[in-house]
């Protein structure tokens, strides 16, 4: 069975620092890794995914995560936060098994300090 | 606009009542999906659909129902709802299935259901 783990549940960061979301999975199977951002009280929208060839990935707001097949891991940075990422992340792992099932981390949610 | 709406948005019900929250898509998606959002334990799958008259079990499937009659309609079913159904509740919609995996989800703005 897949999985997806993001460590932290909360992360706090200063505006213009460093934004590092950490997100590893298991999965017997190339997986599709994807990262969702929910603002508050509004649905998840897409920041970015992978499904096959670059490793490096990039996505909207000026985010990018990279596959790393041999540590499993799908982290997501960006490398200036503004007052305006804060908001709660989820990383997603699509099942390559046939099952077509969809599989949300925990969640994590970024703070933005002036 | 391509969108996918939830209704009602905001529900308060009482243990045993009947009720359905409707998912409608127009970007004629095939994929549909169900999931629950709780603090501490992310979005967990309900069920989804690949296509008309073909659902399938997500993670906690347990309580609730779906049909798939038309492809843009996926109407979520709490035949008789309890406390610890109380959550919130969002559908998805993807364009395509690509190889044995989904593709981007598109979300609703969910539905926030308290049962008393």
């Known amino acids: 069975a897949q999985s997806v783990t993001q460590l932290g549940s909360h992360v706090s960061v200063s505006e213009g620092a460093l934004v590092l979301l950490r997100c590893n999975y298991s999965s017997s199977v190339p997986p599709y890794l994807f990262w969702y951002v929910q603002y508050p009280n509004q649905g998840l929208q897409l920041l970015l995914k992978?499904?096959?060839?670059?490793?490096l990935v990039k996505g909207i707001n000026g985010f990018e995560a990279e596959f790393k097949k041999s540590e499993t891991s799908f982290h997501l940075t960006k490398p200036s936060a503004h007052m305006s990422d804060a908001a709660e992340y989820f990383c997603a792992v699509s099942d390559g098994s046939g099952t077509y099932k969809y599989i949300f981390g925990t969640g994590t949610r970024l703070k933005v300090l002036a | 606009e391509a969108q996918v709406t939830q209704n009602p948005r905001y529900l308060i019900t009482v243990t045993g009542k009947k009720l359905t929250v409707t998912c409608s898509q127009n970007?004629?998606?095939?994929?549909m999906s169900w999931y629950r959002q709780d603090p501490g334990l992310g979005l967990r799958q309900i069920y989804y659909s690949m296509n008309v008259e073909v659902t399938d079990k997500g993670d906690v499937p347990e309580g609730y129902k779906v049909s798939r009659k038309e492809k843009r309609n996926f109407p979520l079913i709490l035949e008789s709802p309890s406390p610890n159904q109380t959550s919130l509740y969002f559908c998805a919609s993807s364009l395509r299935i690509s190889g044995t995996s989904t593709d981007t989800q598109y979300f609703g703005p969910g539905t926030r259901l308290t049962v008393l």
């Open positions: 970007m004629n998606h095939e994929y």
């Open positions: 992978y499904t096959t060839g670059a490793t």
